[in-house]
């Protein structure tokens, strides 16, 4: 059986097959990456672009990585390389590109609802690597694997998320994913930072990081905008620190046992704190690595999905 | 046999079975694309350099998706990752890129007579990707090729090159390769956009849309460059469209059967209406698609000839 | 054998026979480099990272190329395009790249130490592509390679490095490699770009370039930063000409024999004339292609090296 979906926008509405589906094979991806020949044919003369319109490192990385493992042809195309400067729409770049036979778009961008509105002016097979404030499903799909890897289960799980959950793809993407394979989804974050609404997505409310970190058996602890937050929604990263910091000392007094998550980059001694994230409890790099076993498992699920 | 040169600098000159058998090859690559599988080993160990001096989006990705289909090693080598900041000459620069064992190097370049000059300086195989108003040679190689595929041939047809002739390389490439293959080759654009001697290249002149459209059974329009034109050699964008834009209205009037081509990327609203450009008369996504066929054409048969 | 070490930081304490088998090493991939096929399948799943956070186009460029004909999956990261902006540390950067299962690292870095720096923080074997002042250790070695192959051999041979030797990492590498081969080797250059302690890597000094040239087999004519240099550590770009440029005239006066190397890109005029970089002296082009040879075999002798 294969995905029932010929794209991967978001984990909103994903069944529960479909994401067993891509963790199970991720497993088998996850092994590739140990041996000395991390590389199968796998995806041999399929072309893969990946059109990122907002800047990405790790993503990227991870992505052009799992495609060349595949043994996929990667093209690189972003927004300062494209024909917009020249006029040229949107749409009417993404037909350009469709047209020279390209059998996946990766797409990052800053708005959202990019990735979905590709589905319909392309025939290829569209992941979303992330679009404005929606969805980043890669990422959810990667913390998911990660705690299934460290704690054995997803079902029964309390899973709470940290930060900023009002302007976060991640923080969307594992509240939908988390609640289909049966965890207990909670936030935590100052109030200017949590939707006024968010009790609709049948999330708990935490303002006090304590709390929520005696009470969960995760912490997916989301990075601040430094450069945004500071003064605005936040009154300063110190202040930031001291209220929702995670920190050793934190964790000894709450819950030695709680497991820290982080979608990275890190903000050291803002978000996290140095010992923490070199520490025991965390498995921050154990993410970078499954994430490109995660996209080698949704690439490869999408991309011979119509030989089947 | 194989082609009667070992470069591609433009169509001025190429004998008429060197023509052919570039469409008839890329014919066969054009079913490649269409196969799930769009890879052969031809060119496995050859190594490419697009040497882009000029931004360029879809010519160049289309060259490397061109390479990589065809199994070739490709570099990409751009001015600005140049060493030209560091005061070597460019002759330097590309002697030293050569001594590195490169056997083929795409050239565009804001200079005419630059790819010419690479055949000079060095010993690889040389296609020109566009120089100055030179010119584009694989932009009038697919025109030819998507005007065969859709009519059946090009011997007596009748076909006009729309737009800013005098600054055009891809005017240029089409002139000379139509002429070649029997065509009869015609220009329109106001007085300020055509050479003055344009008689020398046997073409005729038109300044009237309505009467090239009906006069013609092809009309090939070329991009306004908006941001260089407007104001100097045309009072106005609209202007220009008012006189010589490509609209639904006039194809109904003059002539209903007018294939349209535009070596994109388009104005909409310009050169050409938005119903016009994806309306029926029009190719121009098919050329997208040509121009990767008759770029592993090109780069098949001057790659393998030292080895016939 | 393989060699004795891990990575390649640089040339000091390096065994001889170390150097030994990558020269050796590097004759066979250079006979590689002259046939149709210019590529092997050694590094096949392999994947190396290029961390380049200094410009650079030929070492970049000859890297890619000998990554690309050993077959491995290469990712070029830049500066520009890292994590640094959103405030991640070097350290955490790196090892989220290494946590994508990556065997090597060819680094470049303004700083000296950064590539032993990274192998106290990474798994994976590291090659430095330039470190600072520091050291260039596959330039002394191609340069090696070069003098050996035109020569003969490299003991006993007088070889003496010309102009800003305080400043150049190329220098260095020359200096420890050549020492380490049995050769006899000397600066040349005025005083302010002399190391006052020069005495003390046993280093003969020449503030001379015709006795230099008169007293040696070999001069490796290092390049003049012309933007930092001039009005600073030279009086102006015409004195240095003057005083040390290479010309033919002085060829012909002190050593007709003398073998003239540089590492390029060359500065036609200032450190060597354009007669001699031209000429049948010197031998800079064969140095670009013997890179590609020895960057194919240090990292075919370090890729492969667990697995013996």
Partial sequence: MGLS???LLG????????IQLILDTATTFREVLERPIKKVPTLQGKTIVNLFYENSTRTRLSFELAQKRLSADTINFTKSGSSA???ESFKDTVRNIEAMKV???VCRHESAGIPKYLTQISKAKIINAGDGRHEHPTQGLLDM???????GKLEGLNICIVGDISHSRVALSNIYGLQTMGANVSVCGPSTMIPWDMEKF???VYNNIDKAMAENDVLNVLRIQLERDAGVLIPSVREYHNYFGITQERIDKNNPNVLILHPGPINRGVEISSEVADGSSQIIL???TNGVAIRMAVLYLLGTKSEE
Avoid: T, W
């Avoid at 984990?11 to 479909?18: A, C, S, T």
């Avoid at 694997?145 to 704690?151: D, L, N």
């Fill in 85 to 87: 400067a020249k006029g």
């Fill in 5 to 7: 979906s010929n794209h």
């Fill in 145 to 151: 694997y990660s705690i299934r890897e460290k704690v």
């Fill in 103 to 105: 059998d996946m778009i």
């Fill in 202 to 204: 049948g999330v708990k």
């Fill in 286 to 288: 154990n993410q970078v």
């Fill in 11 to 18: 984990l909103k509405g994903v069944p529960k097959e479909d």
